[in-house]
C-alpha cells in the first residue's frame, strides 16, 4: 500500500528557511519521479518541484527557482524539499506525490506558514 508521510513544515519568518521530507513505502522508491505541490487556501494545487528516479534530475516552478532545492534518498526512501529565502507567498500545505501507474498518490501534506 502506497504511502507518503510529509515532515517539517512550520512556522518561519520571511526569508528563513525550512526542510521538509517525505518518507515513502508501499513500493519501489528507487524506481519512481517524485514531486512536490503546495496549494495555498482558496488557490488551486500547484507543482513546486519535480525529480527523477535516481535524482539526476530536477525541475522546478519559476515562482521557486533559486530559493528551493528538492533531492532524494532512495536509502532512505525519502524526498526532500529545502526552502531557502521563504516569502509570505510560500504559505501552503506542501504536499509529496508520486504518480504510480495512471494513478496519483499523495502525502497527507504539511503545514508551511511564512509571516512575521
Known amino acids: 500500500q502506497v504511502q507518503l508521510v510529509e515532515s517539517g513544515g512550520g512556522l518561519v519568518q520571511p526569508g528563513g528557511s525550512l526542510r521538509l521530507s517525505c518518507v515513502a513505502s508501499g513500493f519501489t522508491f528507487s524506481g519512481y519521479a517524485m514531486s512536490w505541490y503546495r496549494q495555498a487556501p482558496g488557490k488551486e494545487r500547484e507543482l513546486v518541484a519535480g525529480?527523477?528516479?535516481?535524482?539526476?534530475?530536477?525541475n522546478y516552478a519559476d515562482s521557486v527557482k533559486g530559493r528551493f532545492t528538492i533531492s532524494r534518498d532512495n536509502a532512505k526512501n525519502t524526498v526532500y524539499l529545502q526552502m531557502n529565502s521563504l516569502k509570505p507567498e510560500d504559505t501552503a500545505v506542501y504536499f509529496c506525490k508520486v504518480r504510480r501507474g495512471n494513478s496519483d498518490y499523495w502525502g497527507q501534506g504539511t503545514q508551511v506558514t511564512v509571516s512575521s
Open positions: 525529480i527523477t528516479s535516481a535524482g539526476r534530475s530536477t
